[in-house]
């Protein structure tokens, strides 16, 4: 009977998840509920905490609609934080661990947030000067202290579908990030129903999730698993021995991982080692999967694999069945139902099918906005002249083929223009990964004299390699001539954000300090 009232619940139109939590605790007593690498927490337990922390929040001044920062390594005690600013009336407001000290100064401030909670190791790092004025309580040290007596609950909060859950701060590299408001109404249609099928499916929810709280993305293997009342062990750095133990050890179930750290798995020589046969569900999103790594994850791991695309932003969804569409591994599958997606030219008129454009799209799972950004936000919509319907603008560049599917060819700031000519970083990048010896390749465009741009090519090689000289004259002979690779670099390592995104403006800056060509 509880199942059945649980499932009913997670199928209206909206619902509450703090109440959805608090029913999960009640019904799910001493199953554990929350895991990391100092210990773990039971429903029971995380119900109880989750109450006496919003309880000290709300106690502390803490307004309906007022953001709670958190910064540091994710963690159950971050977890709850998370989930108790919720239960409050709050807003949770993670924090890029990545970002310097000044945006996080400006982050938080933008945030609005009075409290901050923040690890040891980061205060360490910043100083103990850092955030003047705000209430600050470091979670790994005085969580336990601070919240409310054993027993308290917090006052009942009624969440207005429009009102704010979450600011998810994005990866600027100047200036201080944007926050991405998302509503109660958003995140329930974004995660009940994936909880709801997940149940429908008679999944054992155990979900494994290796990405840092502040990113949208961990929310996949995060928020859902917690409304389905699973198991989520949350790993504060991913390290890929220790992700085989615990996915091993856990019987993980479900998964969210980004194509670095698939990659990172598959290069692991004792990968085979181990047991991964409780795997069901394997998602992937954040960059660009190659077609060749979904191909060795879905030969060496079990499950189904699902690249979702999309962005924290929202606009449209793409779901890519990578177990189900083997001849597709190219794209990033078709829209979900309820995702609508155009493809514009620069006039932002429709282009034919087949044809690269500028990406826009929209669903049910919109943001509401940048916080204290109207105009930004603006610029980030386009609205049909006709309709009036606003929709989101992707950013990339892309083609949908005849079946529906959906090619990215790159980012739109990203985008080389060489003679007048579009050349798209994904079609030199491809060629370059053709050729043996190149593990991954990138490929910028850098001013030039004569042609405006032109591009400039980044790979990681393996040890038995041909010269570089030899792969860039090779794939130069199969591109077209606007097309070709002015340099070739051998890199290490490519440089990547904290969850794994490709940082194209490090490679530029790489490319300068190697000396541009002529």
């Known amino acids: ?26 019904r799910l007593g001493e199953t554990p509920a929350l895991l990391d690498e100092n210990g773990e927490l039971s429903w029971q337990e995380l119900g109880e905490r989750v109450e006496r922390i919003a309880a000290r929040l709300l106690e502390d001044g803490l307004q309906r609609g007022q953001a709670v920062a958190i910064l540091g390594t994710s963690s159950i005690g971050y977890a709850l934080v998370f989930l108790a600013a919720i239960r409050a009336g709050g807003v949770a407001a993670p924090l890029t661990t990545s970002a310097s000290a000044e945006q996080l100064a ?203 695309y ?79 319907e606003v929709w989101q603008r992707m950013g990339d560049i892309g083609r949908v083929d005849a079946d529906g599917f959906v090619e990215l060819v790159g980012r739109a700031k990203d985008m080389i223009i060489s003679g007048g000519f579009n050349i798209y970083p994904v079609d030199l990048e491809n060629a370059l990964l053709e050729e043996d010896g190149v593990i991954e390749a990138a490929v910028i465009g850098v001013p030039s004299r004569k042609w405006g741009e032109t591009p400039v090519g980044f790979v990681r090689l393996s040890e038995d390699a041909r010269d570089p000289q030899d792969i860039r004259d090779s794939v130069n002979a199969r591109l077209g001539k606007t097309q070709r690779l002015a340099q070739l670099h051998v890199i290490e390592e490519m440089p990547r954000s904290h969850i794994g995104k490709l940082l194209k403006t490090g490679l530029r800056e790489e490319a300068e300090r190697r000396g541009l060509p002529e």
């Open 310 to 388: 999309s962005m924290t932003e929202g606009g449209v969804v793409c779901l890519l069945e990578a177990h189900k569409f083997p001849d597709k591994l190219h794209t990033v599958g078709r829209p979900a139902p309820g995702s609508e997606l155009k493809v514009l030219d620069d006039g932002d008129r429709e282009v034919p099918a087949g044809t690269p454009g500028n990406l826009i799209g929209r669903s049910q799972t919109m943001m509401s906005g940048y916080k204290n950004r109207p105009e930004q936000t603006e610029e980030g919509y386009w609205t049909d002249p006709e309709t009036g």
């Open 106 to 308: 400006g982050m938080a401030e933008d945030s609005g947030a009075r409290h901050i909670f923040i690890d040891r190791a980061k205060l360490s790092e910043l100083g103990e000067e850092c955030f003047p004025g705000l209430s600050r309580v470091i979670l790994d040290e005085e969580l336990e202290s601070w919240m409310a007596p054993p027993h308290t609950r917090a006052p009942v909060v009624d969440h207005d579908p429009g009102e704010p859950f979450n600011i998810i701060y994005s990866s600027g590299t100047t200036g201080t990030p944007k926050g991405i408001v998302h509503s109660h109404q958003m995140r329930w249609r974004q995660f009940a129903s994936t909880a709801a099928s997940w149940i429908e499916n008679g999944l054992e929810v155990r979900s494994l999730a290796s990405t840092p709280l502040y990113s949208n993305t961990t929310m996949v293997a995060f928020l859902p698993a917690l409304l389905a009342g699973g198991t989520v062990r949350v790993m504060g750095k991913f390290d890929r021995m220790r992700w085989l133990e615990s996915a091993q050890n856990d019987r993980t179930t479900i998964t969210m991982l980004v194509p670095v750290q698939y990659q990172r798995l598959m290069d692991e020589p004792k990968f085979d080692d181990f047991d991964l046969s409780a795997l069901q569900l394997k998602y992937c999103t954040s960059a660009p999967f190659p077609a060749e790594l979904k191909r060795e994850v879905l030969r060496r791991m079990p499950g189904a694999l699902i690249e979702i």
């Open 1 to 26: 009977m509880g199942d059945t009232l649980h499932l009913a619940a997670l199928e209206r139109p909206f619902g509450s998840f703090s109440d959805i939590i608090s029913a999960n605790g009640a």
